[in-house]
T-cell receptor, first 114, second 112 residues
Framework: DSGVTQTPKHLITATGQRVTLRCSPR?????VYWYQQSLDQGLQFLIQ???????AKGNILERFSAQQFPDLHSELNLSSLELGDSALYFC?????????????FGSGTRLTVV | ELKVEQNPLFLSMQEGKNYTIYCNYS?????LYWYRQDPGKSLESLFV???NGAVKQEGRLMASLDTKARLSTLHITAAVHDLSATYFC????????????WGAGTKLIIKP
């Protein structure tokens, strides 16, 4: 157990629907990062939150949004889902800057859009 | 813009052989990380390299960092099947609040 908790582990939904992925960071970590990994692909950085505020944005679609709550858990909202959104979505956490241990990853949510 | 390039992207090798994965990056950084990912699984931290000349070893894997050459290597000694995985390097980008910039990953297949 890495200490980063992601739920749900698996999600199957239809095109056009909306889903919410949840992440609880490792205890003491203030930053949360969201990544998308399509089949046999690398990691695509989506967005970072630090202590409740958006810190950095990557290749995140307008149909996707995220937030970090006062208790530091984060949610990634995916709407108007398309088949191409099927992927593994990872959450990672770190202290303010990744120094001695980098990021700690959760086990991921596998999203299948049918 | 910081770019991180790994090579090779795919490597198939026999057990017992030695090989090296290379990670080149384009902008000054003194923090580099190696991760392992098994198919469909999460990413597991392998090594954290925080200074020029840093060398870390764990079992059959050894990682090193040359910040002057902007190069890190992950060396595999006497490979075994259990090391089959995808290996990612990531570089901390100082000008972007130490965001990690990721290489594309090296898919390593070790045949018995």
């Amino acid at each position: 157990d890495s200490g980063v908790t992601q739920t749900p582990k698996h999600l199957i939904t239809a095109t056009g629907q909306r889903v919410t992925l949840r992440c609880s960071p490792r205890s003491g970590d203030l930053s949360v990062y969201w990544y998308q990994q399509s089949l046999d692909q690398g990691l695509q950085f989506l967005i970072q939150y630090y202590n409740g505020e958006e810190r950095a944005k990557g290749n995140i679609l307008e149909r996707f949004s995220a937030q970090q709550f006062p208790d530091l858990h984060s949610e990634l909202n995916l709407s108007s889902l398309e088949l191409g959104d099927s992927a593994l979505y990872f959450c990672a956490s770190s202290l303010s800057t990744p120094s001695s241990y980098g990021y700690t990853f959760g086990s991921g949510t596998r999203l299948t859009v049918v | 813009e910081l770019k991180v390039e790994q090579n090779p992207l795919f490597l198939s090798m026999q057990e017992g052989k030695n090989y090296t994965i290379y990670c080149n990056y384009s902008t000054t950084s003194d923090r580099l990380y190696w991760y392992r990912q098994d198919p469909g699984k999460s990413l597991e931290s392998l090594f954290v390299l925080l200074s020029n000349g840093a060398v870390k070893q764990e079992g059959r894997l050894m990682a090193s960092l040359d910040t002057k050459a902007r190069l890190s290597t992950l060396h595999i000694t006497a490979a075994v099947h259990d090391l089959s995985a995808t290996y990612f390097c990531a570089v901390a980008y100082m000008d972007s609040n130490y965001q990690l910039i990721w290489g594309a990953g090296t898919k390593l297949i070790i045949k018995p």
